[in-house]
């Protein structure tokens, strides 16, 4: 995945809120919705989709990252994409 690397340590920010404002980062970047976000897989409760600031959903996924940071972008193989986004 081709992505854009985000930090947010705002213990006031939930996920959500930090998808949200990653996903507007990228786009406002790349000109595109993003349709997948890596977060680290100790984050309290995580959930498979949030809806980005146009309504389009993000699919999240588990893995390495650092502290409140986060990796947000397109997959470019399509075989990511959620309905709806």
Known sequence: MDGLMWADSN???????RVQAA????????GRW???CQVR???DEIP??????????????TGPMPCHHLLI???GKGEDHVPGA
């Open 11 to 17: 213990p006031k920010h939930d996920l959500a809120h």
């Open 23 to 30: 996903a507007t980062a990228y786009h406002r970047k790349h």
């Open 34 to 36: 993003p349709t997948i």
């Open 41 to 43: 897989s100790v984050d």
């Open 48 to 61: 498979k989709t949030v809806k980005n600031r146009r309504g389009g959903l993000v699919r999240i996924t």
């Open 73 to 75: 972008g397109e997959n």
